[in-house]
Nanobody, 116 residues
Framework: QVQLVESGGGLVQAGGSLRLSCAAS????????MGWYRQAPGKQQRELVA????????NYADSVLGRFTISRDNAKNTVYLQMNSLKPEDTAVYYC?????????WGQGTQVTVSS
């Protein structure tokens, strides 16, 4: 089992910044990728925001490219999402994920609200 605890969400004005953190614990050996998904109000599906592999390869949703940066600190078993130039449409619950074959583990989510 892998436990994920997110932090760093909150309320920010458009154009502002936030940094989300996700600390992994438990059976973290062989986690090959970590990432962030979000679920916007009124939407049922969660969308991938950004992901990073154990080798450091990253990918981003087109909507956040150039504004968000994902990184990881392997020594602390923590992944970060630096979010700059936030827009009201970034408002969502953000979930941290960890992929360890054959399971994807999810955190409890943290609310990000961007006011216009």
């Amino acid at each position: 089992q892998v436990q994920l605890v997110e932090s760093g969400g909150g309320l920010v004005q458009a154009g502002g910044s936030l940094r989300l953190s996700c600390a992994a614990s438990g059976s973290i050996f062989s986690i090959y990728a970590m990432g962030w998904y979000r679920q916007a109000p009124g939407k049922q599906q969660r969308e991938l925001v950004a992901a990073i592999t154990s080798g450091g390869r990253t990918n981003y949703a087109d909507s956040v490219l150039g504004r968000f940066t994902i990184s990881r600190d392997n020594a602390k078993n923590t992944v970060y999402l630096q979010m700059n130039s936030l827009k009201p449409e970034d408002t969502a619950v953000y979930y941290c994920t960890a992929k360890k074959w054959p399971t994807t583990y999810w955190g409890q989510g943290t609310q990000v609200t961007v006011s216009s």
